[in-house]
C-alpha cells in the first residue's frame, strides 16, 4: 500500500514525540510492505514565528493532498498570559479542523494493565474501563461569533449547533457502539442549554434508528462527576465540542496520564491523528515527554484511516510489551517505579521499536 | 438574634433533607438563644404542578423579604426526557439566583478524614485537600439569549460576560485567598473563548490589586484532569458559571460524595444555602438520601449569612463527630463499613442532632 503522510509537528513538545510516531509509521512500512512517503509542515505558534500566520496556506494544501497526517501538539504560555493577542496558536488547529471537515473527533481511553497504579484513581475502579469518545469537534462554542465591545466592557461567544452537525456524528457513534457493547451515553446540557435540547432531540431520533444500542442522556456536571466515581460504567460516549474537551482531558487520568492518550479526528476527507496532550513548553527540548499517545496516534491512523488492523494491533502490542517489560516515561511513572526504568523520549520511543 | 428563614425543599429528595437542616437549625437556635422564624415556600417541579409556574411570586417575595434561605433540589426527569417542554423547573433555580443577585456560589470541598475511603481516589492523593470554588452564578451560557428556529434546524445560547461580572466574584474569591493560604486559581478556556480572554484580563487586573496572593491561570480541559490528579494543588478556584458547574460537581468525588457538598450563594442580598446534589428522584421518599449536605448548608448559612462561626462550628463537629463513629448513609459508605451502621436519612439526621 502507499500512502502519502503529512507530519506537522506543531509547538513544544510536538516535535520529540512526532519524530517516534513517524519512525514507527516507518518500521512498520519497512516489516509489512507498504510505501509511507512522508511530508512535514509548520503549524501554530512555529509557523507564526516563521510565516505570521498559525496555518499557512502552504500547510492547509499539504494537508488536503494527504492521506492522513500525524499532528503533535500546539500552544505556547505567551499567548495564555497575553489575553489580547490577535494572533493566536490555537487558530491555526481550530482552521485546519474546520477546513478539513473533522468533524468526529475519537478519544479513545485504553487502559493498560500495567498502568493501573499509575493513575490516582484506585485500581479496583479503573480495572475494565474502557470508553470510547466522540467528541464534535468542528461546531459549538468553538466555532461561534466572538464579539467584545469597544471599551473592553464585555465579551461573548455564541454556543451553536446545527441539526445535520449532531445527526452526523451521532451516526457514527451509534456504528461505533453495534460494534462494541451497544450502549451510548450522550452528555449535554439540556436542563439550561437550548443548544443542548436540540442536541437531545436529535440523539434521541437518531437512537430509534439503533433500536438495538441502549442510549442514556446524562448531564454534564454529572457525567464529570461519574467518570471519576465510575468509569467502567460508560462505553461509547457521545458529546459536544466544548464538553468533550474537558471530559476527555478529565478521563485521561483514567489512562494514568494524558502521555497515554491519542486521538482520530475524522470526517470528509483527510484523517487527523494526535495526542489529546498539549505542547506541554515546560518540559520541551528535554526529551522527558512521553511519546507513547504519538506512537498510538499512529495506531489509530493505520486502523481508521488506511483500513490496516494487522498494523495497528502490532503497534499498540509493542507498546503493551514496553509497559509489561517495565519501562516507563516520568509521567507514568510511580514511588515504586525504579529509577533505572524510567526513560526518556528517545529511549521510550526506541524500546517500542524494538 | 432574630432571623427569618426561607425553607424551599423543592423537588425529589429536597424535601427529606431540608427537614433536617431544620432540625439542626431549631437545635442551634434553642441551644445559642436564637430565634430562628421559619417560613416554607415551593420551587420547581413542585411549584410548577401547584402552579404553573416554577417561581411563584409568592416564593419570591417570601424570599426578598428573609435573611436566608435553605434550599432543597431542584429536577425532575419528565422534563430531561422532553427536550421540548417549555416551562421547566431548573427555570425557578435559575430565576432566584437571578431576582436575588445571587452572583457568587461558593462550594467549599470538605474532606472528613473519615471518608478517606469513600472516594474512588486514592487516600494519598486526597489526603490534605481543602478547596473552595467560586463559581459565578448569574451570568455565562447560562443566562444569554436563547434562540431556536422554527423548523428546529438551529439552535444557539450566548455566552457572555460583563466585566463587572468577573470583577465582583474575582474580588470576592481574592478576599477569601487572604484569609487562606493565599493562592488563587482562575480556570477559564482563554486558548479558544473570548468571553474567556476577557475573564483573564480581567482577572489579571485584580490581582494587581492583591499582590500576595499567587495566581494561576488554568484551562478548563486541564483543569478537570489535574482535579483527579492532584486536588491537593489547589486552594481558591475561582471560575465562571458553567465551568464552575462541571469542576464542583467533579470536585465532589474528593469529598468522597456529591451527599456531603454544600454551597452557599450570596451577592446583593438575601443568601441561598443549598447542597450541590440534585433532586436524585430515583431514591426520592425513600429515606436513602444523605442529609448531610442539608446540614452542612446551615453550617455555611450561620457562618456567612449570620456570622454565627461558633454555631457553625458546632454544626460542623457535630457532622464529624457522627462520621467519627461511624454511621454513614449508603452513598458514603463502603464494602468495609458493617450493615449495622449504614442509616437512613432520618436516622443520620438524628445522630447529628444527638
Ligand atoms: C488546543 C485547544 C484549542 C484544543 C481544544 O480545546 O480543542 C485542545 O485542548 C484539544 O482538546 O485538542
Ligand atoms: C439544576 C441546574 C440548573 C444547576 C446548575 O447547573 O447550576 C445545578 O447543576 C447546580 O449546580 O446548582
Redesign the interface.
Given at each position: 500500500m502507499k500512502r502519502n503522510i503529512l507530519i506537522i509537528p506543531g509547538d513544544g513538545i510536538g516535535q520529540e514525540v512526532t519524530t517516534w510516531g513517524k519512525q514507527v509509521l516507518e518500521s512498520i512500512a519497512q516489516k509489512y510492505n507498504h510505501e509511507f512517503v512522508f511530508d512535514e509542515a509548520i503549524m501554530g505558534h512555529t509557523a507564526i514565528e516563521a510565516t505570521g500566520d498559525p496555518l499557512p496556506q502552504e500547510t492547509l494544501e499539504k494537508a488536503k493532498a494527504s492521506d492522513a497526517i500525524l499532528f503533535g501538539a500546539i500552544?505556547h504560555a505567551k499567548?495564555?498570559?497575553d489575553?489580547?493577542a490577535k494572533v493566536?496558536p490555537?487558530q491555526g488547529l481550530?482552521k485546519i479542523r474546520k477546513e478539513l471537515g473533522l468533524y468526529a473527533n475519537l478519544r479513545p481511553i485504553l487502559l493498560f494493565d500495567e498502568l493501573l497504579d499509575a493513575s490516582?484513581?484506585?485500581p479496583e475502579?479503573l480495572r475494565g474501563t474502557d470508553i470510547l469518545f466522540f467528541r464534535e469537534l468542528t461546531g459549538d462554542?468553538?466555532f461561534?461569533e466572538?464579539?467584545?465591545n469597544e471599551d473592553?466592557?464585555?465579551?461573548?461567544?455564541?454556543?451553536?449547533?446545527?441539526?445535520?452537525e449532531v445527526e452526523r456524528i451521532a451516526r457514527k457513534a451509534y456504528e461505533a457502539a453495534r460494534t462494541r457493547s451497544k450502549k451510548l451515553c450522550s452528555v449535554d446540557?439540556?436542563?439550561?442549554?437550548?443548544?443542548?435540547?436540540?442536541?437531545?432531540?436529535v440523539v434521541?431520533e437518531i437512537a430509534a434508528e439503533y433500536p438495538d444500542v441502549e442510549t442514556e442522556?446524562m448531564f454534564?456536571?454529572?457525567a464529570?462527576?461519574q467518570?471519576?466515581?465510575?468509569p467502567k460504567k460508560f462505553d461509547v460516549v457521545l458529546t459536544a465540542n466544548?464538553f468533550g474537551?474537558?471530559?476527555?482531558?478529565?478521563a485521561?487520568?483514567i489512562a494514568g496520564s494524558?502521555g497515554m492518550l491519542a486521538s482520530a479526528s475524522i470526517g470528509d476527507g483527510t484523517g487527523f491523528f494526535e495526542p489529546i496532550h498539549?505542547s506541554a513548553h515546560d518540559i520541551a527540548g528535554q526529551n522527558k515527554a512521553n511519546p507513547l499517545a504519538s506512537i498510538l496516534s499512529v495506531a489509530l491512523m493505520l486502523d481508521i484511516a488506511f483500513g490496516l488492523q494487522d498494523e495497528a494491533k502490532a503497534v499498540t502490542s509493542a507498546v503493551a510489551d514496553t509497559l509489561k517489560a517495565g519501562w516507563r516515561t516520568g509521567d507514568i511513572a510511580n514511588s515504586s517505579t525504579p529509577q533505572d526504568k524510567i526513560l526518556g523520549t528517545n529511549e521510550m520511543g526506541q524500546k517500542v521499536l524494538e
Open positions: 500552544g499567548y495564555d498570559n489575553p489580547s493566536r490555537e481550530l490516582s484513581l484506585k475502579v462554542v468553538y461561534g466572538k464579539k467584545r473592553n466592557t464585555f465579551a461573548s461567544d455564541l454556543m451553536n449547533y446545527h441539526r445535520y446540557k439540556a436542563n439550561v442549554l437550548e443548544t443542548s435540547r436540540l442536541w437531545r432531540e434521541q442522556h454534564i456536571d454529572n464529570a462527576m467518570l471519576v466515581k465510575n466544548l474537551d474537558i471530559l476527555t482531558d478529565e485521561s487520568q494524558m498539549g
